[in-house]
């Protein structure tokens, strides 16, 4: 769930033997630029795995950071994962799920939603384990996308809806979780999202490390943003310094997390 490394990157583990086991191990232990650099090797030297490891590359470069690069990537991609795969194939719906939710970080919040939403829509079609994970991260997109363009009711009730279909203690769930505190500090239920923020919280230190490394700095964020709606800036501010320079670590400067969090450091500051 990122999954998806972007909101909720979706991942098919490589089969055994596969050429892009380093890359994905790289990329779970958050060494992106490695992940990336091996991935485009396998690609170069491995025709036969080029596509799947051009799609690492993407989602390594889009957690450093590096987002207009990794939709370029995406965008590159999806012909030919149609063209190989087949429109609804599992592959290919991951695909566009994480190259939807890389359109968060550019702020392109209606284009995310409309292809999220169609994700999902398709995912309900397929069959197999992979598929309700699949649909829970595109609708987990959805829901950033349409709280980042103020619709936060609308956003609360997708977040209740795809929360009540999870029975997993998993990232995925973690994500779905933040979405929902996010929509209810954007309608000024500060407590409500308080006590979301804290269950999220909860759900993170039980997660691997490798689970929780995605939502570096999330959870601080949504616990911070009900504080200060809560007029308790002062002790907000050290949770999101603290979450601005893990995401430095994590993900690199440029990245869009990175930006919410010096976003909120000017609203406290500006206070």
Same mark, same amino acid.
């Given at each position: 769930?990122?999954?998806?490394?972007?909101?909720?990157?979706?991942?098919?583990?490589?089969?055994?033997?596969?050429?892009?086991?380093?890359?994905?191990?790289?990329?779970?232990?958050?060494? =992106?630029?490695?992940?990336?650099?091996?991935?485009? !090797?396998? !690609?170069?030297?491995?025709?036969?795995?080029?596509?799947?490891? &051009?799609?690492?590359?993407?989602? +390594?470069?889009?957690?450093?950071?590096?987002?207009?690069?990794?939709?370029?990537? =995406? @965008?590159?991609?999806?012909?030919?994962?149609?063209?190989? =795969?087949? !429109?609804?194939?599992?592959?290919? #719906?991951?695909?566009?799920?994480?190259?939807?939710?890389?359109?968060?970080?550019?702020d392109r919040y209606a284009e995310c939603e409309v292809e999220c939403a169609a994700v999902a829509r398709a995912a309900v079609r397929g069959t197999g384990p992979q598929i309700p994970i699949l649909?829970? %991260?595109? &609708?987990?997109?959805?829901?950033?996308?349409?709280?980042?363009?103020? *619709?936060?009711?609308?956003?609360?009730?997708?977040?209740?809806?795809?929360?009540?279909?999870?029975?997993?203690?998993? &990232?995925?769930?973690?994500?779905? *979780?933040?979405? #929902?505190?996010?929509?209810?500090?954007?309608? %000024?239920?500060?407590?409500?999202?308080?006590?979301?923020?804290?269950?999220?919280? @909860?759900?993170?230190?039980?997660?691997?490390? +490798?689970?929780?490394?995605?939502?570096?700095?999330?959870?601080? #964020? %949504?616990?911070?943003? %009900?504080?200060?709606?809560?007029?308790?800036?002062?002790?907000?501010?050290?949770?999101?310094?603290?979450?601005?320079?893990?995401?430095?670590?994590?993900?690199?400067?440029?990245?869009?997390?990175?930006?919410?969090? &010096?976003?909120?450091?000017?609203?406290?500051?500006?206070?």
């Amino acid at each position: 769930m990122k999954l998806f490394r972007s909101r909720d990157r979706v991942d098919t583990p490589p089969p055994a033997g596969s050429p892009l086991h380093l890359a994905n191990d790289h990329f779970r232990a958050g060494r =992106y630029a490695e992940a990336a650099a091996e991935a485009r !090797a396998v !690609a170069e030297g491995d025709p036969r795995h080029a596509p799947p490891a &051009r799609s690492i590359v993407a989602t +390594a470069l889009g957690a450093q950071g590096r987002h207009a690069e990794a939709l370029a990537e =995406y @965008d590159a991609l999806l012909p030919v994962f149609g063209r190989k =795969y087949g !429109a609804e194939h599992l592959l290919t #719906l991951q695909l566009r799920s994480n190259r939807a939710q890389t359109l968060i970080a550019l702020d392109r919040y209606a284009e995310c939603e409309v292809e999220c939403a169609a994700v999902a829509r398709a995912a309900v079609r397929g069959t197999g384990p992979q598929i309700p994970i699949l649909a829970g %991260a595109a &609708r987990n997109g959805q829901i950033y996308a349409v709280n980042a363009q103020g *619709r936060h009711e609308e956003a609360e009730a997708l977040a209740r809806d795809a929360l009540t279909a999870r029975d997993s203690p998993d &990232r995925l769930t973690l994500a779905l *979780r933040l979405g #929902l505190a996010r929509s209810l500090n954007g309608q %000024a239920r500060h407590e409500e999202a308080l006590t979301e923020a804290q269950r999220a919280e @909860d759900l993170q230190r039980s997660l691997s490390e +490798a689970q929780r490394r995605p939502e570096t700095g999330a959870v601080e #964020l %949504a616990t911070a943003t %009900a504080l200060v709606g809560l007029g308790r800036s002062a002790e907000a501010r050290p949770l999101v310094v603290a979450a601005r320079d893990a995401c430095v670590a994590a993900f690199g400067p440029d990245h869009y997390r990175v930006a919410e969090a &010096r976003a909120l450091l000017d609203r406290i500051d500006g206070a």
